[in-house]
């Protein structure tokens, strides 16, 4: 099994470009999140998910879409880049709610200029 | 919002060095996580906490759920070089909150 995979892994933005950041995990998990690591920083929960169709916003969610059509797949819109949106990008998908049951992609380090 | 502040922020020790690293919150969590993060890589969780008061061991490695369920500390025994690494703590209040995370102690460990 693959896990939770990223792509891509590194991107640069111009200023007021739009990206799709991807997520797919291959464990059937029904829970997925995308947190953001910015520098010195913990990690902060940008949106996540309960299941396909069904998508509710996080801590930091301003700037950001998400939708999630499928178990697997959940990306990550980026509509109109900032500087403020520099910043290592998480995914991370669950079978439970329970925190600790998160697995967690190698993450997409975005720089936006 | 709930804040957690790690401690220490960065850590030079040399191999076969006992370590420790904690983890303090304004208000209380019911749980208590330890994550590793290595470079480029994902958080990978070292030791879940359930309950305050509980010691849990994970090899070298010992977290304790503090009793007022606003602290939690981690213990490495015997450091070795792959030891090297971000270690971040998050603390949960309920199911139905988030995690939040604190900023991480940056452990090197000199051979």
């Known amino acids: 099994n693959a896990g939770v995979t990223q792509t891509p892994k590194f991107r640069i933005l111009k200023i007021g470009q739009s990206m799709t950041l991807q997520c797919t995990q291959d464990?059937?998990?029904?829970?997925m999140y995308w947190y953001r690591q910015d520098p010195g920083m913990g990690l902060k929960l940008i949106y996540y998910?309960?299941?396909?169709?069904?998508?509710d916003k996080g801590e930091v969610p301003n700037g950001y879409n998400v939708s999630r059509s499928t178990t697997e797949d959940f990306p990550l819109r980026l509509e109109l880049a900032a500087p403020s949106q520099t910043s290592v990008y998480f995914c991370?998908?669950?079978?439970?709610?329970?925190?600790?049951?998160?697995?967690f992609g190698p993450g997409t380090r975005l720089t936006v200029t | 919002g709930q804040q957690l502040n790690q401690s220490p922020q960065s850590m030079f020790i040399q191999e076969g060095e006992d370590v420790s690293m904690n983890c303090t919150s304004s208000?209380?969590?019911?749980?208590w996580l330890w994550y590793k993060q290595e470079p480029g890589e994902g958080p990978v969780l070292l030791i879940a906490?359930?309950?305050?008061?509980e010691l849990t061991s994970n090899g070298r490695l010992t977290a304790q759920f503090g009793i007022t369920r606003k602290d939690s500390f981690l213990n490495i025994s015997a450091s070795i070089p792959s030891d090297v690494g971000i270690y971040f703590c998050?603390?949960?209040?309920?199911?139905?909150?988030?995690?939040?995370f604190g900023a991480g102690t940056r452990l090197t460990v000199k051979p």
């Open positions: 906490l359930y309950k305050a008061g």
């Open positions: 998050a603390g949960q209040l309920d199911l139905n909150n988030d995690m939040r």
């Open positions: 998910s309960v299941g396909a169709g069904i998508t």
């Open positions: 464990m059937n998990h029904n829970y």
């Open positions: 991370a998908s669950s079978y439970s709610v329970l925190a600790g049951a998160q697995y």
């Open positions: 208000s209380i969590f019911n749980t």
